[in-house]
């Protein structure tokens, strides 16, 4: 038996969930001009049903969001995955 993220964190991974997502990421200082234009190709092309029929069949549910709504999901899976660590005591070698 192994537990459960939240039972072998106790009360402080209290509703704990873990998802796996998928995201383009450009390198820093890339002009927002070029950071939009992509999202926007990038939104045209998730919306046809054909992208969309391909994602399904691969077990991913089809999605997007603006540039900044990505930055702050990032934001958040960083805070949540720093706690787990933490939690956990992991140390790195």
Do not use: C
């Amino acid at each position: 038996d192994v537990p459960t993220v939240e039972q072998a964190g106790g009360p402080t991974l209290k509703g704990y969930e873990a998802s796996s997502w998928f995201g383009l990421l450009a390198p820093a200082g890339t002009p927002p001009d070029i950071v939009n234009r992509i999202q926007q190709e990038v939104a045209k092309s998730l919306a046809t049903p054909a992208m969309k029929e391909r994602l399904v069949a691969q077990g991913a549910i089809p999605g997007g969001n603006t540039p900044a709504d990505f930055a702050k999901h990032i934001d958040n899976e960083h805070k949540k995955w720093a706690q787990v660590v933490k939690t956990s005591g992991a140390k790195v070698d």
